[in-house]
């Protein structure tokens, strides 16, 4: 089993820039491929992107290509997202993902998610 937190949610103005991280426990965290997703209200589940197990390689969703960055540090057991530029449509619930394939976490199936933190984007 792992166990996903996310933290580092907040309020932010349009334009601003945040970081959120989640952190794993468990079972080896370098097992596994990482990802973060969105939801927004009344929408559905949209992925952000992922990152292999090494960190060697990151894909990301058009929608934030340019403006989001996906990390992970193995040591820390800690998988990053820097989030640029907000918009207000960035507003979302965004949750971490763990599973050991990151084709499972791109077509939305991940093994494991976090309970989410709250992105708010103000205009």
């Known amino acids: 089993q792992v166990q996903l937190v996310e933290s580092g949610g907040g309020l932010v103005q349009a334009g601003d820039s945040l970081r959120i991280s989640c952190v794993a426990s468990?079972?080896?965290?370098?097992?596994?491929?990482m990802g973060w997703l969105r939801q927004a209200p009344g929408k559905e589940r949209e992925l952000i992107g992922g990152i292999i197990k090494s960190g060697s390689s990151v894909y990301y969703a058009d929608s934030v290509k340019g403006r989001f960055t996906i990390s992970r540090d193995n040591a820390k057991n800690t998988v990053y997202l820097q989030m640029n530029s907000l918009k207000p449509e960035d507003t979302a619930v965004y949750f971490c993902?763990?599973?050991?394939?990151?084709?499972?976490?791109?077509?939305?199936?991940?093994?494991?998610w976090g309970q989410g933190t709250q992105v708010t984007v103000s205009s």
């Open positions: 993902a763990a599973d050991q394939s990151l084709h499972k976490i791109v077509v939305l199936t991940p093994e494991f």
């Open positions: 468990g079972r080896t965290f370098s097992t596994y491929a």
